[in-house]
């Protein structure tokens, strides 16, 4: 029997607001544990909520851009239990009036489109952390720190659309840099500014009711996630062929032991006893400010992608990995802007630049070579001072120092061997000590005219132009050759 | 007569005259206070240093010219649940005993900015939830009007205090009739503010949809004079409302000829002392001699807002409570096992008294998977029923009349081992609260065992100048306000 997959995820992302969401405090990571607080996100007796403007805007931001409803009537809700990093006892999010509502975000794999539906977009504050005192299994006392408690995050929960982790992680990857287009919130996952979770199921092919599921957490990348919806996939999948129940439970990600754990016994299904905090009058959005939102919408990656396919006439390919980063796009354009061709650009980026970049895990806002730098390069390749194989080094010694290419050049001598009398001496040099291979030539290997050619890039140490040795070797042995 | 004795209007006018000193009235409140105290138990902290410190600073300010209104030097008492910053604030609760806030509640830093005098911290019942005050952790508050009855709650301290001379006026909550009820039983006057008036910030809440800070005084002008000082819109709390602040004193002309009064005919029905109904009645009747029209009105739905009370206050307060949970103030105690969850239990079962155990598992309940849309969902629906009632009546009248409490005050120990028998009791308060209208206790007589009876003022939202102007007229043609306990 075939059996098919069904996934939802559940995304939490940080909103990249100065303040919290129901204070004034500070959102700023890695603070000193509890330096950012005060009685409100303390949840000290008498304290009042005032809800932050600017994270209903970022909310507003993220809805639009996929294709999400605004409500007019909004309304916060609390969810109500105990733990000691929720320190009023109750979270203040959204339940019965949420933000936003039946959006779409487009993902692309491999040429294929699909439409993954957007069940609801709504705001929450986050809650506190707590650092266990050794590992947590065996940890006599833990630390709450509150910095956290209060900063605003906005829930996206997806229709169960996906069906494969590579979707599932096509997606997160298509929702971070919607969100990080947005200037929303940084995308980090390592940091805890973006999470997700995912809700999983397998039902026989074609079957249209919805196996049970279970819930995984702990997955702090795409990796993570393709991952452990592979293992759990399959773990469901061996389960429904033995006759066995799958259990309805949340399983953490195990990254060391490449598993799913089930947290039975732990985890018992939560009463939040949702009622519309009294605290906060509904909000009435109105259509103007609606519009002023999505009149002032950045544009977003898939316009970009389009965008770049037809002014610069570059590939879909090139389009669509160029703009998986906003910082990437916006280098390859300041590159393009100062001077050099689109087709170059793209190449070099996706090729030398990224490979640089992705070793040290850098982003392109942080890439030592700066765009003109790059431009540079170009325009000394164009103008023949250096093969495009010399300027592969060049470029490494640009990134490695920071230096312009010309400096690089000139302060290693690299600059190409382009006389025509230099070069006609170095080949006849290369003929002369190679009788043997001239023979084998002249009697009919026309292959051999490449070790020419290479022997002379050897001599030359790889700075004479390669178009112009060619030229000079094969006019020399093909004059040999009629001469004969 | 004492100056602790006098209201605001005369100790302010004999302030400016120069007859006495902030200094003077403090030291003769502080004075009362060791005298009558003991018996009343109205206060859990006071400090005298603490309030000839400010008294002082008062004076100064006097003296130079500066910040002068008629509340600067004035002994205000403030009842256990508003935040004074670094003087203790209990909420009359074990769980909250040593708990010192690091800051002040927005109505307390006004009246500090007005340059009054804090006397000290009023008892109530724990957590503003009771009738009587027997609910406070830490002893009852007794009626000056007669020891061994009940001062009304949960504002009780605050309403002894005015009565006994202990204060010259005071600040309570009111979220089903907290403030009204013991200024009955008292005999002093007390208003609760239409919803959104004052704000909230800084007062532990109870009920957040229901409970409204107001004062208490010894007659209605030092009531009004209070109330303008401590309205207005609050950034720090979304539900206050952005208006400007009557002068409220304005108010004060004596003068009611042409306004129509309602008496609520399902707030006269059987099952009410008589005593009371008569009182009431009387004092309707004494407004239309002074030129008022007093009419029959309905409230069809009356008899729905215990019920509606008691879902909504108990649901609201299951989840405001749920911060008492030992991590970051108050009391903690460990549990056996030392576990996360035995030290919540540990801490909330030692911390809390039963009645607020009682209405947080109430409200829990009533908020919980299955029962939300039977109970919570349909008691805020019937909520609106209750108030376009009231927005009926006020389509014939300006104000309603009715009583505040079904009986005189009752002996301590009464009620206290029935708590259904006391929810019942605040059958005339609650809709207030529920409607969010203003309404204020005005003394209007005393029962055959001298204990006081007042009347309750209803008006529409916003409209607590009517209620003032009323309450004024009656007021000054009675002698009520005059009397005081012998204590």
Avoid at chain 1, 61 to 74: D, E, P, Q, V
Avoid at chain 1, 164 to 189: F, K, S
Avoid at chain 2, 3 to 31: A, P, Q
């Amino acid at each position: 029997m075939e059996y098919e997959a069904v996934i939802g995820l559940e995304v939490h992302a940080q909103l990249l607001t100065d303040s919290k969401l129901f204070c004034s405090c500070s959102t700023r990571f890695g603070a000193a544990p509890n330096t950012q607080t005060c009685p409100v996100c303390l949840g000290m007796p008498g304290v009042l909520p005032v809800v932050n403007k600017k994270a209903i805007e970022f909310t507003m931001r993220a809805a639009l851009a996929m294709h999400c409803t605004i409500a007019k009537k909004n309304v916060f809700a609390r969810k109500n239990y105990f733990y000691p990093d929720l320190p009023k006892g109750y979270q203040i999010s959204q339940y019965e009036f949420p933000l936003s509502k039946s959006g779409w975000i487009e993902i692309d794999l491999n040429g294929n489109k699909k439409k993954i539906g957007i069940t609801r977009i709504h705001m929450e504050d986050d809650a506190g952390k707590l650092v266990h005192a050794g590992d947590f299994a065996r940890a006599e006392h833990s630390y709450v720190d509150l910095n956290r408690t209060g900063v605003p995050l906005i829930e996206i929960v997806s229709e169960p659309d996906l069906r494969a982790p590579e979707e599932a992680a096509e997606y997160m990857r298509q929702l971070r840099n919607i969100l990080v287009y947005l200037g929303v919130c940084d995308g980090n996952m390592q940091e805890g500014s973006l999470r997700c979770d995912a809700n999983v199921s397998v039902r026989p092919q074609g079957s249209n009711k919805f196996g049970t599921r279970t819930e995984l957490k702990n997955m702090n990348s795409f990796r993570h996630i393709q991952r452990a919806l592979s293992y759990e996939i399959d773990r469901q999948i061996k389960l429904c062929e033995c006759g066995e129940e799958v259990v309805q439970e949340t399983r953490l990600w195990d990254e060391g032991g490449g598993k799913t754990i089930g947290m039975r016994g732990k985890e018992e299904a939560h009463d939040y006893r949702y009622f519309p905090d009294p605290d906060l009058i509904p909000m009435t959005i109105d259509n103007e400010w609606i519009e002023s939102v999505r009149k002032s919408l950045p544009e977003l990656p898939a316009q970009k992608k389009d965008r770049f396919i037809k002014n610069y006439g570059i590939p879909e390919y090139d389009a669509a990995l160029l703009t998986q980063d906003k910082l990437l796009a916006d280098y390859f354009e300041d590159v393009v802007k100062q001077g050099a061709p689109a087709k170059w650009a793209s190449n070099w980026i996706m090729t030398e630049l990224l490979r640089e970049l992705n070793a040290e895990e850098k982003s392109a806002a942080e890439c030592p070579v700066k765009p003109d730098q790059l431009a540079g390069l170009y325009r000394l390749i164009a103008g023949g001072t250096i093969s495009g194989k010399i300027a592969k080094s060049v470029f490494a010694d640009m990134y490695r120092t920071g230096k312009n290419a010309e400096d690089v050049v000139k302060e290693q001598g690299l600059t190409q061997l382009s006389d025509d009398a230099q070069i006609a001496k170095l080949v006849d040099e290369a003929i002369q000590e190679s009788p043997k291979q001239v023979e084998q030539f002249l009697s009919g290997r026309d292959k051999l005219l490449g070790f020419f050619v290479g022997q002379v890039m050897k001599k030359s140490q790889g700075k004479a132009n390669p178009q112009l040795v060619n030229k000079i070797v094969t006019d020399k042995l093909n004059r040999l050759k009629e001469g004969k | 007569m004492r100056l602790c004795e006098l209201t605001i209007t005369e100790l302010s006018g004999m302030l400016e005259r120069g007859e006495c000193s902030s200094v003077d009235i403090t030291k003769s409140v502080y004075e009362r206070i060791s005298e009558v105290d003991k018996k009343i138990h109205a206060y859990l902290w006071t400090n005298e240093e603490y309030a000839l410190s400010q008294a002082k600073e008062a004076d100064k300010k006097r003296k130079a010219r500066e910040n002068l209104n008629p509340l600067l030097g004035i002994p205000i008492g403030l009842k256990d649940l508003l935040l004074t910053k670094g003087v203790p604030t209990t909420c009359a609760s074990r769980i909250l005993e040593n708990f010192v806030p690091p800051f002040d509640a927005t109505v307390v830093k006004k009246l500090k900015e007005r340059g009054v005098v804090v006397v000290g911290k009023l008892n109530m019942d724990e957590f503003a939830m009771g009738s009587t005050t027997e609910g406070s952790a830490f002893g009852p508050t007794r009626n000056p009007w007669g020891l061994d009855y009940i001062p009304g709650g949960s504002s009780g301290g605050s309403a002894a205090a005015v009565s006994s001379d202990m204060c010259i006026a005071s600040l309570g909550t009111d979220t089903g009739g907290s403030i009204r009820q013991p200024a009955s039983c008292c005999g002093v006057c007390g208003i609760k503010p239409t919803y959104g008036r004052v704000s909230r910030f800084g007062v532990i809440a109870y009920a957040s949809s229901l409970d409204q800070v107001g004062p208490l005084g010894k007659n209605v002008r030092d009531t009004a004079i209070m109330l303008e000082a401590v309205a207005g819109f609050d950034r720090c709390d979304s539900t206050s409302v952005k208006m400007d602040v009557p002068r409220y004193t304005d108010s004060l002309t004596g003068d009611v000829k042409g306004l129509k009064i309602g008496l609520p005919k399902e707030y006269f029905v059987k099952g009410i002392d008589p005593e009371i109904a008569d009182t009431v009645r009387n004092a309707a009747k004494q407004l239309e001699k002074l030129g008022a029209e007093v009419i029959d009105v309905s409230l069809p739905h009356t008899e729905y807002c215990i019920a509606t009370y008691y879902i909504i206050a108990p649901a609201e307060a299951s989840s405001n409570l749920a911060r008492y949970d030992g991590v970051r103030y108050g009391l903690r105690v460990s549990g056996e096992p030392d576990t996360l969850i035995n030290m919540y239990k540990a801490t909330r079962d030692r911390g809390f008294s039963a009645e607020v155990r009682r209405r947080i598992i109430i409200g829990t309940y009533t908020l919980s998977a299955g029962y939300y849309d039977a109970y919570y969902l349909k008691a805020q629906k019937v909520r609106t029923l209750i108030r376009r009632d009231f927005e009926q009546a006020f389509q014939k009248c300006d104000c309603v009349i009715t009583p505040v409490l079904p009986t005189p005050p009752y002996k301590l120990g009464t009620k206290i081992n029935d708590p259904l028998e006391m929810y019942l009791s605040d059958i005339f308060t609650v809709s207030c609260n529920l409607a969010g209208l203003p309404g204020m206790t005005v003394p209007c007589g005393f029962s055959k065992e001298n204990l006081p009876i007042g009347m309750q003022i209803m008006a529409r939202h916003f409209e607590e100048e009517k209620i003032f102007k009323v309450a004024y007229a009656y007021e000054q043609s009675t002698d009520w306000h005059k009397r005081k306990p012998k204590v």
